[in-house]
């Protein structure tokens, strides 16, 4: 869909281009029947930087940008607005759930079926998996650690970027490290896997930005869609997608364990334990 693709790059648009894809985002039905010189003027912006911005959106003219949006806008379950509003509970109640189902169905859609079975592989055979992430990510890969080692699965995370660091260097090509970060451009999950790199460890980054630079890094990537620009312009504040592909990995990985419930169980006796 190539609203997910608008918000997947958006961090790496150009100014210019943030605005197209701020007005896109905002009026995806208007845009549809608009033409490339209406849209520029809407936006302040050149028909070059129009062209530009559908060619960075992996399409081949703005033109080829408007049949797939128009696309989108037949697909969307039907929204009044993207506004959240304390005067509209119930209309903003609908608005976010449609859009929180628009991001998971997006979501799951874009995993590789061939490459995430070599994901689960890897994750199920490693001496040691360690979840890298830093800023708003970091309860995502919290969560990633307490639900395999629930499972079996020997993994460690950190609220602490340098205790991450520090474990990331006792790794081997035996290990693997899974690298979340939404924008896909955080510095230090890049210098994490850069390392891992030339130590042969094998890096699952999960961004929601295929061509960022952790995405590219990384041996193996999830993508991830949000649209958390619809609501907040300035800030990344959605995990439900990340931690969706988490929790189905946990799935998979339970499933595909012969003593995944027994380990389960037992944690489970000693939580009761500990319960009035």
């Not at 605005?19 to 029947?33: F, L, S, T």
């Not at 959106?57 to 940008?65: I, K």
């Not at 300035?234 to 929790?247: G, K, N, P, V, Y």
Request: with cysteine; aromatic share 8%.
């Amino acid at each position: 869909m190539i609203l997910d693709t608008i918000h997947g790059h958006y961090n790496s648009f150009f100014d210019s281009e943030k605005k197209i894809a701020d007005y896109i985002i905002q009026h995806p039905k208007e845009v549809v029947n608009m033409t490339i010189k209406q849209l520029a003027q809407a936006c302040n912006t050149s028909q070059a930087s129009v062209s530009r911005f559908a060619r960075k959106c992996q399409m081949d003219s703005f033109h080829h940008l408007k049949v797939n949006l128009a696309r989108d806008c037949v697909n969307e379950i039907e929204q009044k607005s993207n506004t959240i509003s304390t005067s509209d509970i119930s209309g903003s109640l609908e608005t976010i759930l449609s859009n929180k189902i628009s991001e998971l169905t997006a979501t799951i859609r874009n995993i590789d079926v061939d490459q995430f079975s070599v994901i689960l592989s890897l994750i199920q055979n490693a001496k040691h998996v360690l979840v890298c992430a830093v800023g708003n990510t970091v309860p995502v890969a919290l969560d990633c650690m307490f639900k395999f080692n629930e499972i079996g699965i020997l993994t460690f995370t950190s609220t602490i970027w340098e205790n991450q660091v520090s474990y990331a260097l006792g790794l081997d090509s035996n290990d693997v490290v899974i690298a979340i970060s939404n924008s896909g451009e955080s510095s230090q999950v890049l210098a994490v896997c850069k390392e891992m790199k030339k130590r042969g460890v094998p890096t699952i980054g999960i961004t929601n930005n295929e061509d960022s630079v952790v995405a590219k890094e990384c041996v193996y990537h999830i993508q991830t869609s949000t649209r958390e620009k619809l609501f907040l312009n300035e800030f990344c504040f959605s995990r439900i997608s990340a931690a969706t592909i988490i929790e189905i990995l946990y799935l998979f990985l339970t499933n595909a364990s012969d003593n995944s419930y027994d380990r389960i169980s037992q944690c489970e006796e000693l939580y009761a334990s500990l319960k009035v």
